[in-house]
Antibody, heavy 122, light 104 residues
Framework: EVQLEESGGGLVQPGGSLRLSCTDSGFTFSTYSVNWVRQAPGKGLEWLSFIGTRSTPIYYADSVRGRFTISRDDATSSLYLHMNSLSAEDTAVYYC???????????????WGQGTTVTVSS | DNVLTQSPGTLSLSPGERVTLSCRGSQSISSIHLGWYQQKPGQPPRLLISGASSRAAGIPDRFSGGGSGTDFTLTISRLEPEDFAVYYCHQYGNSFGQGTRLEI
């Protein structure tokens, strides 16, 4: 079964840092682009970052550019999100999601993890 | 960044009805980069439509997508009870719309 699983969430103080991880099973991780998406409590989805195969290209949402860094390690089929200067506004469930682009059918995030919760609070 | 605006924000409907949801970008979007997602409480989103009009694997044919340029739509031809959820449009490598909630 094709799956993604996030980890690394937890409680962090304002101004702190955290690293989220996402691991896959059931597919060849290195051949897919991957995204991080978050959802604050009771709010909509917010796309955060995209990393292509071989780590190119990389995109960030304005809200996290300069504070968050996306990276991947294809040797271990792992995706990471390094988050710095966290504030209460970063409290959310964080999802990783696989991008699938099929000729003639376009692109979409077709596999999602269950999410990991980050709470920023003193 | 392209801002995606979905309308309406909330729709109250009944099973069996037909509904069309709208997603408008502040800039033109390549159709291959426009997707629609469904999310139910406590669950991650599920891909419904990629490339503006291609149904993802396992998605019933009552779901259809269309549009081009800055204006895109998701149509559910006949609502089933399990379709009452929140729907989001998304531009590849960019933002989501704010969502449309379908409620009974």
């Amino acid at each position: 079964e094709v799956q993604l699983e996030e980890s690394g969430g937890g409680l962090v103080q304002p101004g702190g840092s955290l690293r989220l991880s996402c691991t896959d099973s059931g597919f060849t991780f290195s051949t897919y682009s991957v995204n991080w998406v978050r959802q604050a409590p009771g709010k909509g989805l917010e796309w955060l970052s995209f990393i292509g195969t071989r780590s190119t290209p990389i995109y960030y949402a304005d809200s996290v550019r300069g504070r968050f860094t996306i990276s991947r390690d294809d040797a271990t089929s792992s995706l990471y999100l390094h988050m710095n200067s966290l504030s209460a506004e970063d409290t959310a469930v964080y999802y990783c999601a696989r991008d699938s682009c099929v000729a003639g059918r376009g692109c979409g995030m077709d596999v999602w993890g269950q999410g990991t919760t980050v709470t920023v609070s003193s | 960044d392209n801002v995606l605006t979905q309308s309406p924000g909330t729709l109250s409907l009944s099973p069996g009805e037909r509904v069309t949801l709208s997603c408008r970008g502040s800039q033109s979007i390549s159709s291959i980069h426009l997707g629609w997602y469904q999310q139910k409480p406590g669950q991650p989103p599920r891909l419904l439509i990629s490339g503006a009009s291609s149904r993802a694997a396992g998605i019933p044919d009552r779901f259809s997508g269309g549009g081009s340029g800055t204006d895109f739509t998701l149509t559910i031809s006949r609502l089933e009870p399990e379709d009452f959820a929140v729907y989001y449009c998304h531009q590849y490598g960019n933002s989501f719309g704010q969502g449309t909630r379908l409620e009974i």
